[in-house]
């Protein structure tokens, strides 16, 4: 069964269309919902749904059955769900707690027949927070997303930001895996240039992290954002990104990265579900 799956955060909107386990297309819409959450409040709500309606003609060329799911900044807003529903319309989804982010978030690695990861410390960094997640019920969530480690930053020098997550990390034991577009910039960075499916499986090294935070905290968002591996969007994010990273290759060694999320364990699980003939949606 083909299945469009859309994943709406606090940085980008993603379109998915998954053919069983395979992935048919990907769409990937720099759209910082974040810088406009004013006094708890999203703006420009109506500027959201034209992107994701442009996002969804492209998907419909494979599939109607098409689930929309929101993350932290539909959570975090007053207006949040209400903004959510005005952008999804009439289809089936919901703004997912952050339980049953992590949860997806988990399953995405460990079902990854390309990974073969065992015992995974799942690091899902995104723009309003980051999931530590180890198994199905284990999870932690902290608020250093990249957007909120920025202003984090303008307050404190970098060793004291990285101390003050590794203090906050728990000690679990196993293989860290890296979810999120922070991770797959710093990942293409080993190549010199954008390319999500290459980076899959990649490893991310203490040593590698420092050198690029030496050479990040150097340069302005634009210059940043010329590399020839940095999307457009992402310079802004990629420094206190590399922080929160260079954190966690600290706590936990070095770092695998994964271009899949959520959104591929949600699509998995509406395939087995499927199969089983289990009732209902998600």
Request: glycine share 12%.
């Amino acid at each position: 069964m083909v299945v469009g799956i859309f994943d709406l955060g606090s940085n980008s909107f993603i379109a998915l269309v998954l053919d069983g386990k395979e992935d048919v297309f990907e769409d990937v819409r720099v759209v910082k919902t974040a810088f406009y959450l004013k006094d708890g409040i999203l703006k420009d709500c109506e500027r959201f749904k034209e992107v994701f309606d442009s996002m969804k003609e492209r998907v419909r060329a494979y599939t109607e059955n098409i689930h929309v799911f929101g993350t932290a900044i539909f959570r975090e807003a007053r207006n949040g769900r209400e903004c959510f529903e005005l952008i999804k319309g009439g289809l089936p989804g919901r703004v997912l707690s952050g339980k049953e982010e992590a949860l997806y978030s988990y399953l995405s690695v460990l079902w990854d027949e390309e990974l073969k990861v065992k015992d995974p410390i799942v690091l899902d960094l995104g723009g309003g927070s980051l999931e530590v997640i180890r198994g199905e019920k284990d999870y932690l969530s902290l608020p250093f997303g990249t957007r909120k480690v920025l202003d984090l930053i303008e307050g404190n020098t970098v060793d004291e930001v990285v101390e003050g997550i590794v203090e906050a990390l728990p000690g679990w034991k196993g293989k860290a895996v890296g979810i999120g577009g922070t991770f797959v910039t710093l990942a293409s960075s080993i190549l010199g240039r954008w390319s999500i499916k290459e980076v899959h499986g990649k490893v991310l090294t203490r040593e590698i992290i420092e050198k690029l935070i030496f050479q990040y905290s150097r340069m302005s968002t634009d210059e940043i954002e010329s590399l020839p591996y940095v999307p457009r969007g992402r310079g802004a994010t990629l420094f206190p990104g590399s922080v929160v990273t260079l954190a966690l290759s600290i706590k936990y060694g070095e770092i695998v990265v994964s271009r899949r999320g959520y959104r591929y364990g949600l699509g998995w699980e509406i395939e087995r579900r499927r199969r089983n003939g289990v009732p209902g949606g998600i």
